[in-house]
């Protein structure tokens, strides 16, 4: 079955960096678009970043563009995300997401991780 397990969540101080990670397995990892999204406690599902299936494009949303990058190894089944120049608003849970094609759809999912927690606090 489809599992995805995302981890490197923690504490940051402002303007420092964290590396996510997500592990996938149950399906063919290089044949689907990603995606990063989050949620901060009371809010809605945020999308953040997105992949192609083969990582030849990136997308990211407004919040995060030019701090965080988002990246693949195919190889190894895997999906990043950088994290750079952290805020305190990028509080939050942390999940990766599959997409139905190659193409990453924001809010168009079919899996989820359970998450991983980013806190950023001085």
């Known amino acids: 079955q489809v599992q995805l397990v995302e981890s490197g969540g923690g504490l940051a101080q402002p303007g420092g960096s964290l590396r996510l990670s997500c592990a996938a397995s149950?399906?063919?990892?290089?044949?689907?678009?990603m995606s990063w999204a989050r949620q901060a406690p009371g809010k809605g599902l945020e999308w953040v970043s997105g992949?192609?299936?083969?990582?030849?494009?990136?997308y990211y949303a407004d919040s995060v563009k030019g701090r965080f990058t988002i990246s693949r190894d195919n190889a190894k089944n895997t999906l990043y995300l950088q994290m750079n120049s952290l805020k305190p608003e990028d509080t939050a849970l942390y999940y990766c997401?599959?997409?139905?094609?190659?193409?990453?759809?924001?809010?168009?999912?079919?899996?989820w991780g359970q998450g991983t927690q980013v806190t950023v606090s001085s």
């Open positions: 997401a599959k997409s139905r094609g190659w193409v990453p759809i924001p809010g168009e999912y079919d899996y």
């Open positions: 149950g399906f063919t990892f290089s044949s689907y678009a």
């Open positions: 992949i192609y299936s083969d990582g030849s494009d990136t």
